[in-house]
């Protein structure tokens, strides 16, 4: 029982750090993990795969999830899927940042902004 929840744990947290590790090296250009980075992006991914539950799979209610969650095949699925879907957000978030701090530190774009 402790085991299966710690693989749980594991199960959330890690895409989300791995898409953190994507943030750090496309915005910062280093390979540190800020562990806020992975809990924001991590939300986005959960709100995104609820989202996609609620849509594609019409999932209403509570019940008909946890149906869903006790499939194996789907905790393999949705491992791959949140990793993928945290490493998109990571790139997009990183090039996000990089281009926002670069028209910041521009002077022609600093004097239109303030």
Not at 35 to 64: C, H, P
Not at 67 to 91: A, D, E, P
Request: glycine share 6%; charged share 10%.
């Amino acid at each position: 029982m402790a085991f299966q929840l710690f693989q749980y744990f594991l199960v959330l947290i890690v895409p989300g750090l791995i898409g953190a590790l994507f943030f750090s090296i496309f915005a910062r250009l280093t390979s540190e993990i800020d562990w806020r980075v992975a809990l924001i992006l991590n939300l986005f991914t959960f709100t995104t795969m609820i989202t996609g539950l609620y849509y594609l799979q019409d999932i209403v209610n509570v019940e008909s999830l946890l149906v869903h969650f006790n499939c194996l095949s789907f905790t393999r699925k949705y491992i791959l899927l949140s990793t993928l879907i945290n490493i998109f957000y990571g790139i997009v978030f990183g090039l996000l940042r990089r281009v926002f701090f670069w028209i910041r530190r521009r002077p022609f774009f600093s004097g239109l902004i303030s």
